[in-house]
């Protein structure tokens, strides 16, 4: 007899999702008003608005919310309405059935999304550059091409069998692998982009303000460590309870649809969270502006933090230019 019954399963999945979609949707809400408005709750500009991140947004929220209404309705299809024989059990084992076929698309698609925007964060932070994210991006077709299998052998498999079967196994260990890898090494890079650029702000501005603007940065870093970690926490649990064949991999990986879209929507509202915006430092013989925005402009109308140092001195061209954008 099974330590943990599928039937078991599927209930303490469905409690565990629910709890945090409810934490999900106040994410959403504030992220919404995040980019949507300012802190003083005026509509922002219309072309100021960040409009590809709104769709991501309203997407993330879009899979977050049916898995939870498709796995309600999965538990009352097995409980209540199925009067065969085998019972719930039976019903929850039906691995091609379209109540399974949509979950699996739901935590497949909701982690490919989120993957595919923490590489283009990290593109976008260095100036565009293809050569940094090129491992990342093999990574995230690796991961792209198991989910895509994945989907092809729940949807044909047409058999009584549970997540964890064999035949599912050792794809669905390689999906998360390759996730799990690829977001180790793309918050890293972020990371490491944002602290040379907090380096370089120490080492050129000596203002009052310099200090100010330096916590914004290592407040930047936190964000994303923290975020990252917490996504890459709930994919490595995802992993073990699949790698040990234990039915708790059903409350996990619902979860994790939900924590993917929390971790999204906490970057957008906590880079949000200050709109001021530094007048450029003048300093001694090197001239040093230093910009902080935190607010869309007309030059700047993308959300975002935007640091850029310049100095006549440091380097052999005589000038130093550091620019984020996150």
């Known amino acids: 007899m099974e330590d943990f019954p599928i039937t078991e399963a599927q209930i303490v999945a469905l409690f565990m999702e629910s709890v945090f979609w409810g934490i999900y949707l106040v994410t959403f809400f504030l992220s919404l008003r995040s980019l949507l408005f300012t802190n003083n709750f005026e509509r922002r500009p219309f072309s100021t608005i960040n409009w590809p991140m709104v769709v991501v947004v309203f997407a ?3 899979f977050a919310t049916l898995d939870v209404a498709v796995g309600l309705l999965h538990n009352i299809q097995a409980f209540v309405l199925y009067k065969g024989a085998g019972g719930a059990a039976e019903e929850f084992s039906n691995i091609s059935d379209w109540v399974n076929i949509t979950k699996t698309v739901d935590v497949l698609a909701q982690t490919t999304l989120g993957d595919g925007m923490l590489i283009f964060r990290c593109w976008k932070v260095y100036s565009k550059s293809w050569r940094v994210v090129a491992f990342s991006l093999l990574l995230y077709l690796g991961g792209t091409a198991c989910a895509v299998m994945i989907l092809r052998v729940v949807a044909t498999l047409h058999s009584n069998t549970l997540i964890t079967s064999s035949s599912l196994n050792p794809l669905i260990l390689s999906f998360w692998v390759l996730t799990i890898v690829q977001n180790i090494i793309t918050t890293g890079l972020l990371v490491f982009r ?3 650029v907090d380096r ?13 603007q330096q916590s914004r940065l290592r407040n930047t870093m936190r964000i994303i460590i923290e975020s990252g970690l917490m996504y890459t926490t709930i994919a490595l ?13 059903y409350g996990v990986s619902d979860v994790e649809v939900q924590v993917v879209g929390i971790t999204f929507n906490l970057i957008i509202i906590r880079a949000q969270s200050s709109t001021t915006e530094e007048p450029p430092t003048n300093v001694g013989s090197g001239s040093v502006p230093l910009h902080v925005l935190r607010r869309p402009t007309a030059s700047h109308p993308k959300e975002g933090v935007h640091v850029t140092v310049t100095s006549d001195f440091g380097n052999e061209d005589g000038k130093v230019n550091s620019t984020l954008d996150v």
Request: with cysteine.
């Open 60 to 62: 993330m929220c879009s």
């Open 194 to 196: 944002i602290w040379r």
């Open 200 to 212: 370089n702000t120490a080492r050129y501005a000596y203002h009052s303000n310099s200090q100010k």
């Open 237 to 249: 649990l995802t992993f073990i309870t699949q790698i040990t064949n234990s039915n708790s991999t």
